[in-house]
């Protein structure tokens, strides 16, 4: 994490997160261009590492930690943290997966799956797997903003979140290229707006419950 470190003065808000999880991406694309490159190379893992910057790593240490903590993109903890009403508290709500939000964004990952398996032709359609990929990256962004125990870190929720609204409003703009080229009817159109709409507005929602806590914890936009 070397070029952003962490500032233990104050608390990092969604902008400090955002600007260091586009960091990571970078680094991660770089990792996986240089796997690519390099994958056949007997002298690869040394290659990588030396590219990558990772000199402690030239030592002859283990350096899967490194790698996988990379490709995780910052794994967060196991346990969810929800934002109740009252007194504006944080409270434990259990493993993600139980979280309403995190349910309807999987149940729209199941319900492309089953687009698709009635008409196989749309796995050959741009549009078609613009809507299922960023579904699924929508998903995996709510997983890591709602799974989290460190209830100091909302910043990194919140940035999370942001990346979760960016990946659905894509899926909903390849859902109209899908109905305005035919592919899907206005029916099947309309039950999958529906349910990206639902995503999409309780991730805005949510992440405006977590701004107002930022703003009550910190007095800081």
């Known amino acids: 994490m070397s ?3 962490h500032e233990p003065e104050r608390a990092w808000d969604e902008y400090d997160w955002e ?3 586009q960091q990571q991406d970078q680094k991660t694309e770089m990792y996986m ?7 056949d190379d007997p ?4 290659i990588i590492a030396r590219e990558m910057g990772w000199s402690h790593l030239l030592e002859g240490k283990d350096w899967n930690a490194e790698v996988d903590a990379l490709l995780s993109e910052g794994s967060r903890s196991s346990q969810d943290e929800e934002l109740i009403d009252g007194e504006n508290e944080f409270q434990p709500a259990g493993n993600f997966e139980d979280h309403p939000l995190y349910r309807a964004a999987f149940a729209l990952t199941i319900w492309i799956d089953q687009l698709f398996d009635r008409d196989a032709s749309l796995q050959n359609e741009p549009a ?6 960023h579904a699924a990256l929508a998903s995996a962004k709510l997983a890591a903003a ?5 209830v100091d870190e909302i910043g990194m929720t919140i940035a999370y979140l942001k990346r979760a609204l960016k990946a659905i409003t894509v899926s909903i703009e390849a859902a109209l290229q899908l109905l305005s080229r035919k592919r899907i009817t206005a029916a099947q159109h309309s039950v999958l707006q529906k349910r990206l709409f639902q995503v999409r507005d309780g991730i805005i929602t949510l992440m405006g ?7 009550r914890r910190f007095g800081r936009h």
């Open 3 to 5: 070029g952003y470190d």
């Open 19 to 21: 600007r260091f999880l």
């Open 33 to 39: 261009e240089l796997l690519e490159k390099y994958l």
């Open 43 to 46: 002298q690869r893992d040394e």
């Open 128 to 133: 078609a797997v613009k809507l299922a990929t």
């Open 146 to 150: 709602l799974n989290d125990e460190d």
């Open 209 to 215: 419950e977590y701004r107002r806590e930022w703003r």
